[in-house]
Each structure stands twice: as C-alpha cells, then as structure tokens.
C-alpha cells in the first residue's frame, strides 16, 4: 500500500482502484482486501474508521488505537471533517451547485443527502456517439456534505452527469464507447483529500492523495481535445 501519512496513532494510503477495504459477502470474487494487506505491511492490527467503494480510489484513514478509532469514528459521524473527491463525469456540468436529493438505501431507508460540486475543467472530444458528432466531459470537485452509500455516484446520475466508468450509477452508452475505445474499465471518481483534526494531537492534518495511473491516462486522453475552461 502507497502511505500517505503515518504516527503512533493513525496510518492513512492511496487505495488502489478495485481494491476492498475488507472482506464481504457481496464480493467474495475480490482478490486484494486493504485491511489484510496493510496489517501485513506495517506489521499491527488496524481500525477501518471509514470506507470508500471498491471502484474508488484514494485516502483512506485507519486508526491504530481503539481510542482513536472511537474518535475519529465520532468525527466522522458527525461531519466534522472535509472530504474532498474528484471525478470525471459525461458532458458539461454547471461552474458550481449543490445537489440536495435524498436518496434510499438497500435497506429502503430514504436518508438526506447533501453534495456541492465545482467543473475544474470542461473537455470536448472527436469522438462521434449516437446522434452526437463529439463527445463531452468534465472534471469535478465535489464536496459530500453527507456520507450515504454511492452518494457522489448516485447525485451526479441524479444531474445527467454520470461518472464514466460507474456501474450501475453511471451511462452504460459512455461505458461501452470508453471500453471500446482506450480499454477503460475503471471509475473515474477519486478520494483526492481528507481534512481532519488530529485526535489525539489537535492538530490540523490535511492528508492528499495522488491519482491512479488509469484517471491520469483519462485526463491526458481528454486534454488534448480541451475546449472549455
């Protein structure tokens, strides 16, 4: 695993794309759990004190303490925190906004849900699909206020700006055309930034994450056909 930040308290990594942060019934195929491997690698047992799907990559926090993971834990319940993620979504998306739109869980419990986003660049490829002669992307910021399951995957479908590479929340036409095209497989959405205080030190701790070879390769395919700004 790709450390990002450790103490005698906390260890946080870059998670691979298609990695599990740790075993599940729903996907007993999964070859690489982060839980195990990163147990292994530093050589302690580590607290998983938030998730982030399987298709997504980025920071994720462990906490090497129960007292920390109680901590932190709260904080995260609580929001009282900054996630910031990055994706790559079909078409062009608003300068800014918020998405308020509550959505329903596997449980059929319909939970609030808040996420603002900003277009950090807007991008027009000659690549013909359907009735259209190009095809149209943006790159977002995108700030959830709230942490329900899918939550950016779900609002950005919920905008018509679905993130590439996203099954079963996202456009299975762009799926089809990126796969056919450059092999993509892949979700274009990225954990890029946690912002915490430190639970046992108070401090401010600003933990960055860099992308993946694959969401790379996407924005270099995508910048040289750049229009918007």
Aim: aromatic share 8%.
């Amino acid at each position: 695993m790709d450390i990002l930040y450790q103490d005698e308290y906390l260890v946080a990594i870059n998670k691979p794309c298609g990695y599990l942060v740790h075993r599940s019934p729903i996907a007993r195929d999964a070859e690489f759990i982060v839980l195990q491997i990163l147990r292994d690698q530093i050589g302690q047992h580590v607290y998983p004190i938030h998730r982030i799907d399987r298709k997504t990559s980025g920071v994720l926090l462990f906490a090497l303490d129960t007292e920390t993971n109680r901590g932190l834990g709260k904080d995260f319940a609580e929001h009282n925190l900054t996630k910031e993620y990055t994706a790559i979504v079909r078409g062009w998306i608003d300068n800014n906004g918020v998405v308020d739109y509550a959505l329903t869980n596997d449980s059929g419990k319909t939970q609030d849900a808040i996420t603002e986003y900003e277009c950090l660049a807007r991008f027009e490829l000659n690549l013909p699909l359907g009735k259209f002669q190009t095809s149209r992307y943006s790159h977002v910021k995108v700030l959830p206020q709230t942490g329900r399951m899918h939550q950016i995957r779900k609002h950005m479908n919920h905008l018509r700006h679905p993130i590439i590479g996203d099954r079963p929340h996202g456009c299975s036409k762009q799926n089809r055309l990126w796969k056919k095209e450059f092999g993509l497989t892949d979700m274009m959405l990225h954990a890029k930034s946690l912002n915490i205080t430190h639970p046992r030190t108070n401090a401010d701790l600003l933990i960055e994450a860099s992308y993946f070879s694959e969401y790379q390769r996407v924005l270099s395919i995508l910048s040289k056909g750049i229009i918007g700004d």
